[in-house]
């Protein structure tokens, strides 16, 4: 024993899989099969989801709020494997230990929900067995005054490791909060970088966050990044994982501008795409960040209903090394349906700030990746009809979605065909009731989004509903692709 023990190898790998246990970052395991020639010929291996644990954030309290998590274990495709065993119970549940469940999820297929509260609190969805596999939730909250004045809906997030967000700020206009959520029993802690205008910048309070475990840790933007408009966020867990939200409340002047949570970006890479700008009047400002040491050439591409195009004087941009550059769209998108393709020559993210005609609500969706697989999202109720926009954003594509009501019943399903580097817009009806989405892509290079946008011509007591929900591959497609559990963070 003590000569394997001696074998630094070894003793990595057992470190590692304590780790591993401690966090409970093993939500995707190997099935145990017989050896197949799958396994000599490089294949990926099969692999299920057995576990799942999503943070659901809430809005800080102000004004007569109504928030609730809902969440699904959805209908999976045909042969999609899954844990082995019974269909025990999903809880949807406060974060601590011993906390009892507001809401379950019983059943795949239908809609689980948490008790409605006045008084927002961060949930989790948890557990174990068959349903885990492809379980997603959305954290809705509406207000109809004060300073959350409005609707804001995000999906919940699954822990990791390394995040980033960009279009924040810590200008006196907003008021921007990084909230990180620990759903561990250990401490996590994190580096926060923070890039701006005027290149990165250097603020110690950003680093060495300790976040408890089963706890929140809140940064203020407008204390540790004061006046700085237009930031991005690259946040590290450096031990233990976390699930960031970013809330965001908007001011003109004195009144309340809206309320909403700014949904991660895809990493930095050469081309990034940002899905479902919302059709419609009002501003939409894409802000574009460079982390990396060197200035980046980039050129923008707009997928709108009738191809693509590049915007007149975008062709070409440069963003400055470790800088965040932003560009309004509106005048050029003519609220149409679009996306957008950032191309460059060094590594760049991005994202969309889409805000009402009336400059009374806002949302934001950041750049994504490709679907490689189905996606799934739970829609809150909303009075006017969504817009799932789907776009091929390189050669001819093709999606198919369902839609369902609580109860699992399809509501409406559809295949189409995206023309090459065009958007669709398909209308979702207006819900009464919690619905959910799956969206598949099935040829070509495929990005999705669901926006919602409030009526040209509201009732006079209607809650201005302004939402961006990004579609995201589900992991446990993610996974039968030879997805691993994320380590990186156990091993720093």
Wanted: net charge neutral.
């Amino acid at each position: 024993m003590r000569r394997l023990l001696s074998d630094a190898r070894i003793r990595l790998g057992a470190c590692v899989l304590a780790m591993a246990a401690a966090a409970g970052l093993g939500v995707v395991t190997h099935a145990k099969e017989p050896s197949t020639q799958a396994e000599t010929t490089g294949e990926p291996a099969r692999t299920v989801v057995n576990r799942t644990a999503l943070s659901c954030p809430a809005l800080a309290g102000g004004g007569k709020l109504s928030s609730v998590v809902n969440a699904v274990s959805p209908t999976l495709p045909e042969g999609t494997p899954t844990a082995a065993g019974d269909d025990t119970p999903l809880s949807i549940a406060a974060l601590s230990e011993n906390a009892d469940p507001v809401g379950s999820l019983l059943v795949r297929g239908k809609i689980g929900s948490s008790t409605p509260v006045t008084k927002p609190a961060p949930l989790s969805i948890r557990g174990v067995g068959p349903l885990a596999a492809g379980t997603v939730g959305t954290s809705t909250t509406t207000s109809i005054e004060g300073v959350n004045e409005g609707m804001a809906s995000t999906p919940c997030q699954l822990p990791g490791s390394d995040f980033w967000f960009v279009g924040a700020s810590g200008a006196t206009d907003r008021r921007d909060v990084l909230v990180l959520t620990n759903l561990d029993s250990i401490n996590a802690e994190v580096n926060v970088t923070i890039y701006a205008r005027s290149g990165p910048q250097d603020l110690p309070a950003a680093r060495g966050i300790v976040v408890p475990a089963r706890g929140t840790t809140e940064l203020y933007l407008g204390l540790v990044a004061r006046n700085l408009r237009d930031i991005a966020l690259h946040v590290e867990s450096t031990g233990g994982r976390v699930a960031p939200a970013l809330r965001d409340n908007a001011t003109n002047g004195k009144k309340p501008a809206g309320v909403d949570w700014l949904n991660p970006s895809a990493p930095p890479a050469a081309k990034v795409f940002v899905p479902a700008v919302a059709p419609g009047a009002g501003l939409r400002i894409l802000s574009v960040a460079n982390p990396g040491d060197l200035q980046a050439t980039a050129g923008l591409t707009v997928h709108g209903p009738n191809g693509p195009f590049k915007p007149a004087g975008l062709e070409t941009v440069q963003i400055p090394a470790g800088s965040v550059k932003t560009f309004r769209l509106d005048p050029v998108l003519h609220g149409d349906p679009s996306a957008v393709t950032v191309t460059a020559d060094q590594p760049v993210t991005a994202s969309m700030r889409m805000v009402d005609a009336s400059g009374s609500d806002f949302a934001s969706l950041g750049s994504a990746e490709a679907l490689t697989g189905p996606a799934y999202l739970v829609l809150p109720a909303h009075k006017q009809p969504a817009i799932l926009q789907v776009t091929a954003p390189g050669k001819n594509g093709s999606v198919k979605f369902e839609l369902r009501d609580a109860n699992g019943k399809v509501l409406n399903t559809r295949a189409l065909d995206v023309l090459a580097g065009a958007t669709t817009q398909i209308p979702l009806p207006a819900q009464p009731r919690t619905t959910y989405l799956t969206v598949e892509q099935t040829r070509g290079t495929m990005i999705a989004g669901v926006t919602l946008m409030p009526a040209a011509k509201p009732d006079e007591d209607d809650v201005a509903q302004v939402a961006a929900w990004p579609l995201n591959t589900s992991l446990v497609f993610r996974a039968q692709l030879g997805a691993q559990p994320d380590v990186r963070a156990a091993l720093r």
